[in-house]
């Protein structure tokens, strides 16, 4: 029974985790060319690469992939396109803070998985050479590296746009503590 389970909940998680994959590589492709842009690809790399890990993890227990949640993912992300954002037919700074807050959800939740993985399921006994602490750590980094961006354009999409306009330009630690209310060294 518990096998059973396990495979309809790690297929539950590929498929999310190919949605955010195919998310962020949207969210990078529409802003290539800025800050945003090269962090988008630095994390849209890691999503890819905790992918492959999670398919390896499915093989070694001898779960095999659902083709039917897998496809539907990916075409639930390519319907999400579709969503209203303000825009006829362009990008809008709706579009980069739904994006961007999406895949903070989705990071949250893999950070969450792993944990699971590691003490629910038991695999960090099960497969002792899989660094689940390190997978933690590297989903909190992607968090870290999208977080200053996200709330930018929470502020241009849902605030003052002018200020979060240039925001978006500054650097991201700085930016972070701005729209914190920290101080900062500078």
């Not at 495979?7 to 969210?27: F, K, V």
Request: hydrophobic letters at 45%; charged letters at 30%; aromatic letters at 6%.
């Amino acid at each position: 029974m518990e096998r059973r389970y396990l495979g309809i909940y790690l297929n539950d998680q590929l498929a999310a985790g190919l949605l955010w994959r195919e998310t962020a590589r949207r969210a990078q492709r529409s802003n290539d060319g800025s800050d945003l842009g090269a962090a988008l690809a630095r994390v849209a790399a890691a999503i890819a690469e905790d992918v492959e890990t999670f398919e390896a993890i499915m093989r070694r227990l001898g779960v095999r992939r659902n083709p039917v949640k897998t496809a539907l993912a990916l075409a639930a992300e390519r319907m999400g396109r579709l969503k209203l954002n303000g825009r006829l037919t362009s990008y809008s700074p709706l579009s980069r803070f739904v994006e961007l807050d999406l895949l903070t959800y989705g990071i949250q939740g893999k950070k969450v998985l792993w944990q699971n993985l590691r003490d629910c399921a038991r695999l960090g006994e099960r497969l002792p050479d899989v660094d689940f602490d390190a997978l933690i750590a590297r989903a909190q980094a992607q968090l870290d590296e999208i977080e200053p961006f996200r709330l930018s354009a929470g502020a241009a999409a849902l605030g003052d746009a002018a200020t979060a306009d240039g925001d978006l330009r500054r650097s991201s630690g700085g930016l972070r503590a701005r729209l914190l209310g920290e101080r900062t060294s500078h």
